[in-house]
């Protein structure tokens, strides 16, 4: 399990960022909830932040503070571990832009940093029908190098192709459409029509794609 968070989670250096996909209610909020709070429970590293940015503000109600702006979300960051940014619906996605360069910004003045950036709904900025922002890029292409690991949580696994190659962790709630199966296959090399039956038999079953391993796994519930 600690091997599994970890390679979530964890912002080392190495890894890429995460793509968790499902439908509305197929589990993933509940499966971010419980393993983020295992992952932290045995990572004390008091340097360490997590920023969960939430369009539909909910979500995360474990957070040390929930916040409605990004000054807010700066300034508990401070001092707090996890915050939850509730942004509001004006202005929406320049919020997010802001967010995501205040982290930077942050980590650039406070190196000892490292940082979870959790994007929730990110089909809502994020489209491959148009270029992703300046913000998003510089998380998706540089974050790794600056100890900030993105997390992209959307309805489908086909997201933004110009991001998509930064990705190297896929976990799937319930199968994409079938229109983007192709797309899926082309663009991480999974197939997700396996997977298709079983994930709608078994609520909050989920796959498991590290694209350095061998293969996808379909995985039981998290309790």
Same mark, same amino acid.
């Given at each position: %399990? @600690? !091997?599994?968070?970890?390679?979530?989670?964890?912002?080392?250096?190495?890894?890429l960022n995460v793509m968790l996909w499902g439908q509305a209610g197929s589990?993933?909020?509940?499966? %971010?909830?419980? @393993?983020?709070?295992?992952?932290? &429970? &045995? /990572?004390?590293?008091?340097?360490?932040?997590?920023?969960?940015?939430?369009?539909? /503000?909910?979500?995360?109600?474990?957070?040390?503070?929930?916040?409605? @702006?990004?000054?807010?979300? !700066?300034?508990?960051?401070?001092?707090?571990?996890?915050?939850?940014?509730?942004?509001?619906?004006? #202005?929406?996605?320049?919020?997010?832009?802001?967010? =995501? /360069? %205040?982290?930077?910004?942050?980590?650039? @003045? /406070?190196?000892?940093?490292?940082?979870?950036?959790?994007?929730?709904?990110?089909?809502?900025?994020? &489209?491959?029908?148009?270029?992703?922002?300046?913000?998003?890029?510089?998380? +998706?292409?540089?974050?790794?190098?600056? %100890?900030i690991r993105g997390i992209y949580v959307a309805h489908n696994v086909v997201? +933004?192709?110009?991001? !998509? #190659?930064?990705?190297?962790?896929?976990?799937?709630?319930?199968?994409?459409?079938? =229109?983007?199966?192709?797309? +899926?296959?082309?663009?991480?090399?999974?197939?997700?029509?396996?997977?298709?039956?079983?994930?709608? !038999?078994?609520?909050?079953?989920?796959?498991?794609?590290?694209?350095? &391993?061998?293969?996808?796994?379909?995985?039981?519930? =998290?309790?």
């Open positions: %399990m @600690t !091997e599994m968070l970890d390679r979530l989670y964890l912002p080392d250096g190495k890894n589990g993933k909020t509940f499966f %971010m909830e419980n @393993t983020l709070q295992a992952f932290l &429970s &045995s /990572n004390k590293d008091p340097k360490l932040r997590v920023l969960y940015i939430s369009p539909k /503000n909910e979500g995360f109600a474990f957070a040390d503070a929930i916040v409605g @702006t990004v000054d807010q979300a !700066e300034e508990k960051l401070r001092e707090k571990r996890v915050v939850a940014l509730y942004p509001s619906m004006e #202005g929406l996605e320049a919020q997010v832009d802001d967010a =995501i /360069n %205040m982290v930077f910004d942050f980590q650039a @003045t /406070n190196k000892e940093t490292s940082w979870i950036v959790i994007i929730d709904d990110a089909q809502v900025f994020l &489209s491959s029908r148009r270029s992703a922002s300046d913000a998003h890029k510089r998380l +998706a292409l540089t974050g790794r190098s600056r %100890m997201f +933004a192709r110009e991001l !998509e #190659g930064q990705v190297d962790l896929l976990v799937g709630f319930s199968n994409p459409n079938p =229109i983007y199966y192709r797309q +899926a296959i082309e663009r991480f090399d999974f197939d997700p029509e396996p997977f298709s039956e079983a994930l709608r !038999e078994r609520p909050y079953s989920f796959v498991w794609f590290d694209t350095r &391993s061998d293969g996808a796994r379909l995985m039981s519930p =998290i309790e």
